[in-house]
């Protein structure tokens, strides 16, 4: 049985144009998979020669995108991950939360692999 955790980053971006780097093919296809192809709501990751899917169950333009992973027969499974996107009214700081599931066991291997993405997202925005 996999855990839910959440992660929290300072990003330097707008949410618009943050949005658009997690919720639209091209954009994930710069900082999170390898490549990503959707039809519909139905997204596929592709990292080297491993491909999952995902469909899109939740989505709430510029505040939050919740992808479900799907399995073999393309049906939804327990397991998704979600990407918010929050300003903080008094800062103006915009920080994006990451929720997700691991095994207990590959928790902080899990977190590290979303700490070394959003590195990648950073640098692609340019806020890095």
């Not at 800062?91 to 590195?119: C, G, H, R």
């Amino acid at each position: 049985m996999k855990e839910k955790y959440e992660l929290e980053f300072l990003i330097n971006s707008s949410p618009q144009l943050l949005y658009q780097y997690v919720s639209d093919p091209s954009g994930l296809s710069e900082w999170f998979a390898d490549n990503v192809n959707s039809r519909g709501e139905v997204y596929s990751f592709i990292w080297g020669d491993s491909q999952e899917k995902a469909r899109v169950v939740t989505r709430k333009v510029d505040e939050r995108i919740k992808y479900r992973w799907l399995d073999e027969e393309d049906e939804d499974t327990d397991y998704y991950f979600e990407i918010k996107i929050h300003k903080d009214e008094l800062t103006k700081d915009v920080i994006v939360t990451v929720v997700d599931f691991a095994y207990p066991d590959e928790v902080s291997e899990s977190k590290q692999l979303w700490e070394n993405q959003i590195m990648d997202l950073k640098q692609v925005l340019g806020s890095a």
